[in-house]
């Protein structure tokens, strides 16, 4: 990246570089940008996804889908798009999504919806036990290899005796298949 097209400002909690707005915590990973063009991108990742998997989960939780009391953690939720979707599927559930860039819109956010801003990597900030199902997708590029054995331990931490963890990955060759001509 040239430093002549790099620049922050001060005063928010984004940076730029050659036009694109990025994050701007210093301790993240995440490589990719979060301006409008990516949300779009992930907002369209997420229905293709469902349409695919015509659901958006593949936990077994049917069986605690009647309990208004669940509560279910989006890790990683950047728009908000999954965590939005089942928020407006269940709406007696709590559904809580964290990211480390504030990206959800608020004019059409779910009652049931709370955004937490952090880091995951400085620790999820919630009690030990306190979610019946947390959801993560994707969050490869931002997570190296070293650091994963504490990702699964947080979310594993913070989810319920009996509680389910989903973590959806993709394989890079599967991907590069997918999109190669």
């Given amino acids: 990246m040239d430093s002549q097209n790099t620049q922050t400002d001060n005063s928010t909690e984004f940076r730029y570089i050659d036009g694109r707005r990025f994050h701007n915590v210093e301790t993240a990973t995440y490589p990719l940008p979060n301006d ?12 293709l996804l469902r349409y695919i998997w015509q659901s958006n989960f593949s ?3 049917k069986h605690i889908l009647s309990n208004p009391d669940i ?3 989006d890790v990683g939720c950047g728009a908000g798009s999954w965590s939005f979707d089942m928020a407006t599927t269940y709406p007696l559930f709590e559904v809580v999504g964290i990211d480390i860039s504030p990206l959800q819109p608020t004019q059409i ?6 955004f937490v801003k ?5 620790g999820l900030p ?6 019946d199902f947390v959801f993560q997708r994707y969050m490869i590029t931002g997570c190296a290899k070293e650091k994963w054995p504490y990702l699964i331990n947080e979310l594993v931490r913070v989810l319920k005796p009996g509680g389910f963890l989903e973590v959806c990955l993709f394989k890079k060759k599967l991907i590069l298949n997918l999109f190669t001509y």
Avoid: G, S
């Fill in 36 to 47: 409008d063009d990516e949300l779009d991108r992930l907002h369209l990742q997420h229905f």
């Fill in 118 to 122: 952090a880091n995951v990597f400085d």
């Fill in 126 to 131: 919630f009690e030990n036990n306190t979610f």
């Fill in 59 to 61: 936990a077994p939780i």
């Fill in 71 to 73: 509560k279910i953690l």
């Fill in 109 to 114: 956010k779910p009652k049931n919806f709370k």
